[in-house]
């Protein structure tokens, strides 16, 4: 059973930036399609990006745009989502997914079989 660890969250002021970390053994080979989401409070958890064999997908909403940022440490085995130029709309949880094989890179929970227990984004002046 793959344990997926995310750590980075923290309370930030508008405008600010954090960088969250998702550690979990292989999730950086390419055996793993590895997404981050996030799920705010009284809403669904929606996907921000994706990353697998190299290549990395962000899902774009406007308000993202150009903001989030997926890549990874492999020698670490970390996955990390650089997020710029913080909100208060991205005030969330954000959870680290994976799933093993050949999933395309993909922004449905649907898709993802293992999770982590996520870590919270506060954005506050």
């Known amino acids: 059973q793959l344990q997926l660890v995310e750590s980075g969250g923290d309370l930030v002021q508008p405008g600010g930036s954090l960088r969250l970390s998702c550690a979990g053994s292989g999730i950086t080979s390419n055996a793993f399609t590895v997404a981050w989401f996030r799920q705010a409070p009284g809403k669904e958890r929606e996907g921000v990006a994706c990353i697998r064999g190299g290549r990395s997908y962000t899902f774009y909403a406007d308000s993202r745009k150009g903001r989030f940022t997926i890549s990874r440490d492999n020698a670490k085995d970390l996955v990390y989502l650089q997020i710029n130029s913080l909100t208060p709309e991205d005030t969330a949880s954000y959870y680290c997914?994976?799933?093993?094989?050949?999933?395309?890179?993909?922004?449905?929970?649907?898709?993802?079989?293992?999770w982590g227990q996520g870590t919270q984004v506060t954005v506050s002046s």
């Open positions: 997914a994976a799933k093993g094989g050949h999933l395309l890179c993909s922004n449905s929970v649907l898709d993802y079989n293992q």
